[in-house]
């Protein structure tokens, strides 16, 4: 079992940053994936960005291409999220995700964090 911590929302103003951070509760994580998905008040969860845990390749939804860069420590089974140039539009709770090996999609989830970005 995988348990996953989220640390690092909060509020900013249009045009600021804020970095996210998730720890993997596991001595080694050794799965497909890890990523982010934040869902805003009234909408689906969207897929945001994720990183191949073996080999590093990054994924982005076009929304935050340019503006996100998400990163890994792997020492400390941890994804970070750079969030940069933010928008009123990227308001939402955003959720860490992790697919374990064999599974088909991401099967552990976070607790969620608050991201607001005010106008």
């Known amino acids: 079992q995988v348990q996953l911590v989220e640390s690092g929302g909060g509020s900013v103003q249009t045009g600021g940053s804020l970095r996210l951070s998730c720890r993997a509760s596991?001595?080694?994580?050794?799965?497909?994936?890890m990523g982010w998905f934040r869902q805003a008040p009234g909408k689906e969860r969207e897929f945001v960005a994720s990183?191949?845990?073996?080999?590093?390749?990054?994924y982005y939804a076009d929304s935050v291409k340019g503006r996100f860069t998400v990163s890994r420590d792997r020492t400390w089974n941890t994804i970070h999220l750079q969030m940069n140039s933010l928008k009123p539009e990227d308001t939402a709770v955003y959720f860490c995700?992790?697919?374990?090996?064999?599974?088909?999609?991401?099967?552990?989830w976070g607790q969620g964090t608050q991201v607001t970005v005010s106008a």
């Open positions: 990183m191949r845990w073996s080999g590093g390749s990054t």
């Open positions: 995700a992790a697919q374990a090996t064999g599974a088909s999609a991401y099967n552990y």
């Open positions: 596991v001595r080694t994580f050794n799965g497909v994936a």
